[in-house]
């Protein structure tokens, strides 16, 4: 994200399959965020997802169901690259829940050397370095989806635990009353990347098509999401159940 160049393209993942996590690392994404707000993973999905990920080199981050510290510390633990904090509403808010995942004296993480952060106790330079990636190399995101959000989105860029803040566009339209697509949606999306842009914090967002993604990316997206596995599956179902009725359409009998 804070590399020079075009912004990094990550997916959200779903489903709980490794031969699925193959196929998509294999496709070559930076980032992936295992998103645990709105599918079903258990903590152990999770943990063996981010295994295979970093595995591959690509950036495993977790999209947290809460505010809340006891899973998002294990996702930590287990090696997670970042956390992507859903619904992050206020300044007070991003500062009490980023807080949890900062050890002190800035915050209040636990030490959880002998986890695989801590490569089961065995890291090179001891807790030291357990806790120096803890707090420099994990990327703690914010999740602006509410209009309150992007009134507030000054105050949300200043606080110190907030890495970087990801726009979701379709909360947004939820929160505005407009329908998905909205000039209302592009509206908050636009001022809250500009907002980001201007206070030095990276900014990401989820787009749809060429034209969006060469759009955000030249307001300064620094890390941009397209789809997810369940999208991908359905889509590719439906073209290529399209292709046979269209042939099937035109044979001749
Ligand atoms: C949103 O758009 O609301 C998101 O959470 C991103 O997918
Ligand atoms: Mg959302």
């Given amino acids: 994200m804070k590399a020079a160049g075009p912004p990094v393209v990550g997916t959200f993942v779903k489903l709980p399959s490794l031969e699925i996590a193959e196929i998509i690392g294999a496709a070559g994404f930076d980032f992936i965020v295992i998103d645990t707000e709105h599918a079903l993973l258990s903590v152990r999905d999770v943990y063996s997802l981010v295994v295979l990920y970093s595995r591959m080199g690509v950036a495993p981050l977790v999209r947290i169901a809460d505010h809340g510290y006891g899973d998002a510390q294990r996702y930590l633990d287990a090696g997670a690259a970042g956390i992507l904090v859903?619904?992050?509403?206020?300044?007070?808010?991003?500062?009490?829940?980023?807080?949890?995942?900062?050890?002190?004296?800035v915050g209040t993480r636990g030490m959880g050397m002998a986890a695989r952060a801590g490569l089961w106790g065995s890291i090179a330079g001891g807790s030291a370095e357990y806790v120096r990636a803890g707090q420099e190399d994990v990327a703690r995101i914010a999740m602006i989806e509410e209009q309150e959000a992007v009134e507030d989105i000054?105050?949300?860029?200043?606080?110190?635990?907030?890495?970087?803040?990801?726009i979701g566009p379709g909360d947004l339209s939820l929160s505005l009353g407009v329908p998905g697509g909205s000039p209302a949606v592009h509206d908050a999306v636009t001022r809250s990347i500009g907002a980001a842009v201007k206070a030095g914090v990276p900014v990401g967002t989820v787009v749809q098509g060429a034209e969006q993604i060469r759009l955000r990316a030249e307001q300064g997206c620094r890390f941009i999401m397209v789809g997810n596995d369940t999208g991908m599956i359905s889509g590719a179902a439906r073209s290529i159940l399209d292709q046979a009725q269209e042939a099937l359409a035109v044979a001749v009998r």
């Fill in 86 to 105: 859903p619904h992050v509403s206020s300044a007070a808010q991003a500062e009490a829940t980023m807080k949890q995942f900062l050890f002190p004296p």
């Fill in 154 to 166: 000054e105050a949300i860029l200043a606080v110190s635990g907030v890495d970087a803040v990801f």
